[in-house]
């Protein structure tokens, strides 16, 4: 995975160059890595996420390509909505000036956790909240700015809140089954 | 810091089962509902004395407020923590509160990450640290680093040639890292 260091200004020319997609965090340009089930498990959210944004004209959703300015740093997230009270129109950016009004990030065995805490942390700052997915544990994270953390397990529900009203998923449903051997 | 027991309870019923005689001489954190003792090494136990006392030579300068070791806890956005070190300022909490874990969250809670760390528990409890208005200093050993997370502001990284600010919390306040760090003699 490649990794190196440069300023953001170098980072926004160069990314625009590259086959892959690539984050700037704290200085470095990352590149984004996945698996096959992390994937399945952004698309499935992504995909419910656009369902519901869509038919309820709320705003727009971008899946694991979607990249976003945050605190001065590039990050690029599993799935995010911005709401069209904050963002009318699409963004034509490769990294959108507004950082989204919801992240979510599933994590994979590749991830580097420490580097998901500064991205969440900055997120916070930004006001935007973030929900984490844990394929592993099957939990499912809600981190809201100046709210506490609240982690729900896979009979629980997450739900839209203020910022999706009436979006509602079992946390188990985001993690397909993996199939008995 | 490490996973000792694995076992979801209430804060009430935390509270309780930390005051029973058996527990009496260890220590646990309640992150998530989740129990977890908190076990340490001498290389993270090292580096947070170092730092606590610091602050503390500071504070007999600057009567700002009071720091805490690595038992004393504190109640944060409804959960049980024990920072390695901690301040609370006198304006937040004019005397001890003589209670297991502090009602009142401090103004600076410093984490000294040890191998046996989840780094997922560490995520969660910098997001409850920023929801309580707490400043986190996360002291990373191995790679001599630390990254400062303020509520509303961006993440910083300080690496081990540099310079620790107090800020807000502790004005004029200055570490240089290298001196933190155990050396070999």
Same mark, same amino acid.
């Given at each position: 995975m490649l990794r190196q260091r440069?300023?953001?200004?170098?980072?926004?020319?160069?990314? =625009?160059?590259?086959?892959? &997609?690539?984050?700037?965090? =704290?200085g470095e340009a990352l590149e984004v890595v996945s698996n096959n089930y992390s994937s399945q498990v952004g698309i499935l959210i992504g995909g419910m996420l656009a369902v519901y944004v869509t038919q309820n004209q709320l705003g727009h959703v971008t899946g694991a390509d979607g990249g976003y300015q945050v605190m001065g740093e590039r990050y690029i997230t599993d799935a995010a909505f911005v709401s069209r009270s904050k963002q009318p129109q699409p963004s034509r950016e490769a990294y959108n000036s507004n950082p989204p009004d919801l992240a979510?990030?599933?994590?994979?065995?590749? &991830? &580097?956790? &420490?580097r998901i805490r500064i991205k969440i942390a900055n997120y916070l700052a930004a006001g935007t909240v973030v929900w984490v997915l844990d394929p592993d544990a099957?939990?499912?994270?809600?981190? =809201?700015?100046?709210?506490s953390v609240v982690v729900i397990d896979e009979n629980g529900t997450l739900d839209g809140g203020e910022l999706l009203p009436g979006f509602q998923v079992r946390v188990g449903d985001v993690f397909p089954p993996e199939a008995d051997v | 810091m490490a996973l000792q027991i694995r %076992?979801?309870?209430t804060a009430a019923a935390f509270d309780e089962w930390v005051r029973l005689p058996e527990n009496s001489e260890r220590r646990f954190e309640r992150i998530a509902g989740e129990v977890v003792e908190v076990v340490s090494n001498d290389e993270a136990s090292e580096i947070a004395i170092n730092i606590a006392a610091e602050i503390r030579l500071y504070l007999k300068q600057h009567a700002l407020g009071r720091v805490t070791g690595a038992d004393g806890g504190?109640?944060? $956005?409804?959960?049980?923590?024990?920072? /390695?070190? $901690?301040?609370?300022?006198?304006?937040? %909490? *004019?005397?001890?509160?003589?209670?297991?874990? @502090?009602? @009142?969250?401090? /103004?600076? $809670?410093?984490?000294?990450?040890?191998? *046996? /760390?989840?780094?997922e528990r560490l995520m969660i409890k910098v997001g409850n640290y920023l929801a309580a208005g707490v400043v986190v200093?996360?002291?990373?050993?191995?790679?001599?680093?630390? %990254?400062i997370y303020k509520p509303g502001q961006p993440v910083e990284l300080i690496d081990s040639s540099g310079t620790l600010s107090g800020g807000d919390v502790l004005p004029?306040?200055?570490?240089?890292l290298q001196e933190i760090f155990p050396r070999s003699s």
């Open positions: 440069m300023t953001v200004e170098a980072f926004d020319l160069w990314a =625009r160059g590259q086959d892959r &997609d690539y984050e700037y965090i =704290r979510i990030e599933v994590l994979s065995p590749s &991830d &580097d956790v &420490d099957k939990v499912a994270e809600v981190y =809201r700015p100046g709210q | %076992q979801t309870m504190y109640i944060v $956005a409804g959960h049980h923590y024990i920072p /390695d070190v $901690a301040f609370i300022s006198y304006e937040k %909490q *004019s005397g001890p509160s003589g209670e297991a874990y @502090n009602p @009142n969250p401090p /103004d600076l $809670a410093v984490e000294v990450v040890s191998p *046996s /760390d989840r780094p200093w996360v002291v990373y050993p191995t790679e001599h680093e630390v %990254q004029g306040f200055e570490l240089v």
